[in-house]
């Protein structure tokens, strides 16, 4: 079946530093994929998506490219700031099975001032 | 615009005993998500409505868990017995459903369950 994986946490940076969370998925069908972001008592929002192959979605500083060909969705920021410290969950939607969102296991992301 | 609410915002329970949680989805949208996260995992799907039918439940214990959406709108997931494995948070979600790929999720803020 669909499934996702990402990186595990914690990873800890310094304030500037460059950020990369690994995610590699496996999926029958043309899934899209997102990142959604938990900060610290908040809810799971949307951070980024990407619909198809090559397509690159980014907010707030962060990228993500879908690449097909290595099945994977890794998050990228240049400069990291405190207020980024979250939990970042990558996750997959496909036409398989009614259109269910798949969620990875989640990477925690500490940013030291 | 209001988000996805949910209550109550905690319970604790012992096991055996039986809980419901509640769930009212964005205005408009037809699709309802009931997600389980337990800590240090990422969420699983339990049960999928669209409109007032179920789309998936497949990963949903039936024997001790059931959920319903009465009119296509509001949603409450119940447990009965408990178990200590089902503490955990649980999220509801809802999206526009129009039965694509590139769906939004809009998620409440979570139930967090305890079972002593």
């Known amino acids: 079946g669909d499934s996702v994986t990402q990186m595990e946490g914690p990873v800890t940076l310094s304030e500037e530093a460059f950020l990369t969370i690994n995610c590699t998925y496996t999926?029958?069908?043309?899934?899209?994929l997102f990142w959604y972001v938990q900060y610290p008592g908040e809810g799971l929002q949307l951070l980024l998506k990407?619909?198809?192959?090559?397509d690159k979605g980014s907010n707030k500083g962060f990228e993500a490219t879908y690449r097909k060909e290595t099945t994977s969705f890794h998050l990228e920021k240049g400069s990291v700031q405190v207020s980024d410290s979250a939990v970042y969950f990558c996750a997959l939607s496909s036409n398989t099975g009614g259109f269910k969102t798949i969620f990875g296991a989640g990477t925690r992301l500490f940013v030291k001032a | 615009e209001a988000g996805v609410a949910q209550s109550p915002r905690y319970k604790i329970i012992e096991k055996r005993q039986s809980v419901a949680f509640w769930c009212n989805p964005i205005?408009?949208?037809?699709?309802l998500y009931w997600y389980q996260q337990i800590l240090g995992q990422g969420p699983k799907l339990l049960i999928q409505?669209?409109?007032?039918?179920?789309?998936?439940d497949s990963q949903l214990p039936k024997d001790r868990f059931s959920a319903e959406r009465l009119k296509g709108v509001d949603s409450t997931l119940k447990i009965q017995p408990a178990k200590l494995e089902d503490s955990a948070v649980y999220l509801c979600?809802?999206?526009?459903?129009?039965?694509?790929?590139?769906?939004?999720?809009?998620f409440g803020s979570g139930t967090q369950l305890s079972v002593l």
């Open positions: 205005s408009g949208h037809a699709t």
């Open positions: 409505f669209q409109n007032n039918g179920v789309v998936d």
């Open positions: 999926a029958t069908g043309y899934p899209s």
């Open positions: 990407a619909t198809k192959a090559d």
């Open positions: 979600a809802s999206s526009l459903g129009g039965r694509g790929t590139n769906e939004k999720l809009f």
